[in-house]
């Protein structure tokens, strides 16, 4: 059974910080883009942080927030983590992770639609 189960998720003031966590489970780990996305009400999802499947771990990540957004991966847990500094207002969302097997892991990022494997989503509310 594929399950994608996010944790981490919180209320903080704008400046603060929040580490988000997604442990995978009934997934092969090889050539599988994961990445995370959001979406605020009354907005489309957004991805904010893409790490590639290609095997080099690169990471993508939208001007919205580089620099403040990390992605990184835990291969033997199998666990995927967003690391979120400076938060700010706007960054209020329900966030996701999702995998996806698929060799151009870029333009699944740009418009996933419904494709790939999901998670249920935790909220991050950041108040000013």
């Known amino acids: 059974q594929v399950q994608l189960a996010e944790s981490g998720g919180g209320s903080v003031q704008a400046g603060g910080s929040l580490r988000l966590s997604c442990v995978v489970s009934g997934l092969a780990n090889t050539r599988r883009c994961m990445g995370w996305f959001r979406q605020a009400p009354g907005k489309e999802r957004e991805g904010v942080a893409l790490m590639d499947g290609d095997g080099s771990s690169s990471t993508t990540y939208p001007d919205s927030v580089k620099g403040r957004f990390s992605i990184s991966k835990d291969n033997a847990k199998d666990t995927l983590y967003l690391e979120m500094n400076s938060l700010k207002p706007e960054d209020t969302a329900m966030y996701y992770c999702?995998?996806?097997?698929?060799?151009?892991?870029?333009?699944?990022?740009?418009?996933?639609?419904?494709?790939?494997?999901w998670g249920q989503g935790t909220q991050v509310t950041v108040s000013s």
């Open positions: 999702a995998a996806e097997f698929r060799w151009r892991c870029l333009n699944w990022f740009r418009d996933p639609g419904a494709s790939g494997y």
